[in-house]
């Protein structure tokens, strides 16, 4: 069964940084693309960043290009999110997302509990 716990959420004021980890657990795929999405109160979930675990290559949404940044570390199966430059709208519930292939974070399969991130302004 495939896991995916989130940490390292909470509150911090615009311009200050929080860095999320996920810890995953229960594979058995040989490739897949791990990521993060969040959702925002009102609004529909949107795919944050992905990382492919066959090329390293990553995905990242225009709204947090050059702030959040994605690294793994697979001795320890956990994937971050380092998140910097924080902005209220940055807001929102955080989810770490696996898909089963290296190509792209679709959302389709499994997902974690989530972790909250708050930016007050």
């Known amino acids: 069964e495939v896991q995916l716990v989130e940490s390292g959420g909470g509150l911090v004021q615009a311009g200050g940084s929080l860095r999320l980890s996920c810890a995953a657990s229960?594979?058995?795929?040989?490739?897949?693309?791990i990521g993060w999405f969040r959702q925002a109160p009102g609004k529909e979930r949107e795919g944050v960043l992905c990382?492919?675990?066959?090329?390293?290559?990553?995905y990242y949404a225009d709204s947090v290009k050059g702030r959040f940044t994605i690294s793994s570390d697979n001795a320890k199966n956990t994937v971050y999110l380092q998140m910097n430059s924080l902005k209220p709208e940055d807001t929102a519930v955080y989810y770490c997302?696996?898909?089963?292939?290296?190509?792209?974070?679709?959302?389709?399969?499994?997902w974690g509990q989530g972790t909250q991130v708050t930016v007050s302004s």
């Open positions: 229960g594979f058995t795929f040989d490739d897949y693309a």
């Open positions: 990382i492919s675990s066959s090329d390293g290559s990553t």
């Open positions: 997302v696996v898909d089963p292939y290296p190509y792209y974070c679709s959302g389709q399969y499994y």
